[in-house]
């Protein structure tokens, strides 16, 4: 009898040390953008909200009323600029574009940067070199971008020929990818 406790003793040591180092590798694979970690598990608006980079991003987004749409299913590509993409538009535009009266505007330009899938860098980058170097890219918003690569890395070029480089990629989220840019992406004007 005292055999068969040790063996027990024994096997519920090992399964519980096993559990703890399986534990681990079942940890997250998180990004780090704007200073929080994003997680995989959380959604498209879940992770945005932490960043320090992005809270004008995240202001704009609540004030174009699209937060529901980007905790939703998805599957989104989400290009994300930085405040200090949103800090070099013309001064004024930011301030301009939050009031309730040009939400329209806001919205068209929000969705611009928002691709129904969900495109990991590695994807867009076939993409890219399968359409001989530029691939157009169709937003939700009904803009049409270029994605190319440069040295390795992908650039989008907007409908006004401005060019946003990807500076943190394929950072996963539960309802799709969300890759940061340097610029604002505008449509025609």
Do not use: W
Request: glycine share 10%; aromatic share 4%.
């Amino acid at each position: 009898m005292k055999n068969i406790r040790k063996i027990m003793l024994s096997t519920a040591a090992v399964a519980v040390a096993g559990g703890i180092a399986m534990g681990g590798a079942y940890a997250e694979m998180t990004k780090e953008v704007g200073g929080a970690p994003m997680y995989p598990s959380k959604n498209i608006i879940e992770n945005a909200v932490n960043s320090k980079d992005h809270t004008t991003l995240v202001a704009a987004v609540k004030a174009a009323g699209l937060v529901d749409t980007l905790q939703g299913k998805g599957p989104f590509t989400v290009f994300a600029p930085t405040n200090e993409a949103f800090d070099a538009l013309p001064k004024g535009t930011v301030e301009t574009l939050l009031k309730p009266e040009n939400k329209d505007q806001l919205t068209k330009i929000l969705t611009c940067h928002v691709v129904a899938a969900d495109a990991m860098s590695d994807a867009i980058k076939k993409m890219v070199a399968d359409d001989g170097g530029a691939h157009p890219v169709k937003t939700v918003g009904g803009c049409v971008f270029t994605a190319k690569t440069e040295g390795g890395k992908i650039t989008i070029t907007d409908e006004q020929g401005n060019v946003a480089h990807v500076t943190i990629a394929d950072v996963d989220q539960s309802n799709g990818v969300i890759h940061v840019i340097d610029h604002v992406l505008l449509p025609k004007s």
